[in-house]
């Protein structure tokens, strides 16, 4: 008959390492990568030139918080980038077309959460595969995004309040880079602190 034993506990440290291996390897990774970058440039320290770095992350961490729900249930979504540029887009004409840019703000998430409930209806009703659902939309957002703009950039002139959304500083820290920090919070406590979070 089989004896079993436990495992001797190992050092805290080895076993830290041993859970957190592919983590703390993407950490070392950026660390590197700061070193070399700051090494070869005297400015890429700086703190004007970080602080301009997580004003230009601060989209991708929005769209990151919502796509870690995503792959969470084992989904994935290949459109997220072309329902930001239709977002922009119509979010360029509106504000062109002198609509209020806090009433442009709210239908802006709301067109986001119409296309993203369109295509998670063929998902899960109709139980077509993600990647062939949002492939498609890939495609059809980023060609309508094209159709609304004719290939050509809109500009956005004299909106002083939504400059600030993504221009904006308080306390010295970028204010997109506020939000998103305040939205990656908030996806950490839904995860973690509720009921929907945990059935995700």
């Known amino acids: 008959m089989a004896v079993y034993t436990e495992r001797k ?7 830290f390492v041993g859970e957190h291996a592919q983590v ?4 070392m990774f950026f660390l590197l990568c700061m070193a070399i970058f700051g090494m070869a440039s005297s400015t890429f320290l700086s703190a004007g030139n970080l602080l301009n770095i997580l004003r230009q992350a601060a989209p991708i961490l929005i769209v990151a ?16 980038g072309s329902q ?3 977002v922009n887009a119509v979010c360029a004409i509106a504000i ?15 067109l986001g959460a119409g296309v993203g409930a369109v295509q998670g209806w063929f998902i899960s009703y109709q139980g077509i595969p993600a990647f062939i659902v949002t ?17 050509y950039s809109i500009p956005i002139t004299d909106v002083p309040g939504f400059f ?26 839904v995860m973690l602190r509720t009921q929907y979070g945990r059935q995700v």
């Open 135 to 151: 492939l498609a939309g890939l495609s059809i957002l980023r060609g309508f995004a094209l159709y609304l703009t004719e290939g």
């Open 65 to 80: 918080v919502a796509m870690t729900m995503v792959i969470t249930t084992a989904g994935i979504d290949l459109s997220v």
């Open 164 to 189: 600030w959304l993504g221009r904006g500083t308080l306390a010295g820290f970028p204010v997109p880079a506020l939000i998103a920090l305040l939205i990656a919070g908030l996806g950490f406590v």
């Open 9 to 15: 506990a190992g050092s805290p440290l080895a076993d």
């Open 24 to 27: 703390l390897s993407i950490a």
């Open 84 to 86: 930001v540029a239709l």
């Open 96 to 110: 062109g077309a002198g609509l209020p840019w806090p009433v442009v703000v709210l239908l802006m998430l709301a």
